[in-house]
């Protein structure tokens, strides 16, 4: 056949682009050329805006970042802040922060589970992985009202106590997910549809994903160990024992394998959480205007999406100076075009899937 | 948070290596808050990051940060400083260059080194305005081609200048 | 041929009670979802709230086979073109939803970027208040929507095409 390249374009609309993406494919045949993600349509001025809001008032709207899991986000800003201004968080909350960080990141995976599978064309799983979800969600809103943009970690510690009332409830959703997991996986893991339109499609290196600055199960599933839960223990991760999954080959089947162990690991911590509940207040007091001292602050955390880092520098008032918010899925998204190259241009949407992006963060 | 706070040995260590190579180009080095804060000239960028990489093992540049010090510019201080958080795995160990820009200048694109770097350029472009020589295609990310003006300068309003739509 | 019909409003009557009882309990949703409200309307199609009920649960990718635009999630200024030719793509007859507080009137986002409200850009029908809204709020929206249908008057439409616009 003669060489011949089209230009394809997919998106801003687009039910597989995980939101308003617009990718530039250039394709010779099916085969990708090249891939040029165009951003920007769902850019909000988010980090202008908080400029002008006081500490506590950015904190409701980092839940809009990545709404997939709203919680990540909070814990991550408010982390920085209290670095920033020396605010200690008494134990129970950092016990009860882990309990809610991770039930979001499994609600997160269960979402991204759903999506993914939807995407290649397993449409039962988007409803599997969402009825999954749902008993999360309404622990959630248990707690404190909401499911999606939840706004339940605030500077100095978590909005209500964890109710005695709640414990029990969450035990019994965490026994739950696992019989939906082997369903889940009883349905995919050996399928030969599935495995053909996973294994060896999308790869990447450990070198190559490091030096694109990949990080979070996409990394790992390239065989590198960097999690910000054990490198960096915040929020008291480092008093539990789980593990952290690894892949070998760097493909799409192997970001899946890693993310669905993940929420192995996660009922694990939550467990270990549950049970070790310290007693005590369940926020330090912070004075309702927040002012901080000019000083400047770079904190990371291990998000579902990757690792989610934010930038604050403060100036003395009740405002911040800026806030900068390190976005795991912009970094991700850069090594699309390397992860597609060379693979048919059906493979794009599978690829896109796998890297588990979310356009909030993206842009911002 | 104890663990975040305190001082680490491995910082000492980049510090004093820094110092012993580039000890002229460092304006100031800082260790707090867990993290290595050093200042440096502009022109001395593409050295340190180079150093930092190949010698040090950096192999992480998380991000790129644009302050614009519109309030401090008028004693002569230039207008944006430009941070890059840089970072070794595993183990986390984290270090903060700061270069100052002027409002008309350009910084060598940290491209070369990091790759993680293309984005977060075009980033700091289409928001602030800054120029980074050597970046492969230095165009806007977020806002439209055809948008006028830098949206996180100080100097621009929170709601836009024209109405938009 | 109208003129023969205007003195029938009974048959007029039943032939809009009929066309609107089968425009209500089967729109297609042409799910624009843009942001966080998008998620909530994905799960208010799925298993638990279940929007199949309705007959709803037939989420059209392309906006030529859709009758109902649910806008969902903030609009950029960068977005709105796009939005705008979305809407003209779609045929007649045609409805949107506001979902949202993004969709409605910028949400929390009054900022250089953000489009204050998508009513700028396209007509709506029905704005459904949230941040986002939950997927209960979303069907008692679409039922608000249903009502309105089942009191408009698509013969007069179908008779003189120029009463589309007055709608």
Redesign the interface.
Known sequence: MAFKEIDLNMGPQHPSTHGVLRLKLAVDNEVVLRVEPVLGYLHRGMEKLWENLTYTQVVPLTDRLDYLASLSNNLGYVLAVENLAGIEVPKRAQYIRVVLAELQRQASHLAWLGFMANDIGAMSILLYGFEAREDILDIFEEYCGARLTVHGIRIGGVVHDLDAALVPRIRTVLKAIPKRLRDIRALLDENRIWKGRTVGVGLITAGDAVGYGLTGPALRASGVAWDMRKDIPYSSYGDFAFDVPLGENGDVYDRYLVRLEEICQSIRIVGQALDGLPSGEFSSKVPRTLKIPPGEVFHTIEAPKGVLGFYVKSNGTDKPERVKMKSPSFINLQSLEHMCKGNLFSDVVGILGSLDIVLGEIDK | MPGTTADRPELRRTSEALAGRFADALLSSVVEKGELAVRLRKDDLAAVLHFLKDELGFNALEDIIVLDNLCAAGEGRPRFSVLYQLCRFPGAVRVRLAVEVGENDAVASAFPVYRSADWAEREAFDMFGVRFEGHPGLRRIYMPDDFEGHPLRKDFPLAGRDGGV | MSKAFEKAPFLLAKADAFITWAQKNSLWPF??????C???M??TA???YDIARFGMEL?R?SPRQADLFIVA??V???????IRR?WEQMPDPKWSLAMGNCAIGGG?????????GVD??IPVDVYVAG??P?PQGLIHGLMILQKKIALSHPTKEILDPDARHNR
């Not at chain 3, 900022?111 to 204050?116: A, E, N």
């Open positions: 799910g624009s979802g843009l942001a966080c998008a998620i909530e994905i799960a799925a298993a638990r989420f990718a999630g903030t950029t200024n960068k977005m709105a073109p796009v979305l929390p986002f009054p900022t250089y970027s953000v489009l204050q700028k850009v941040c986002p939950t």
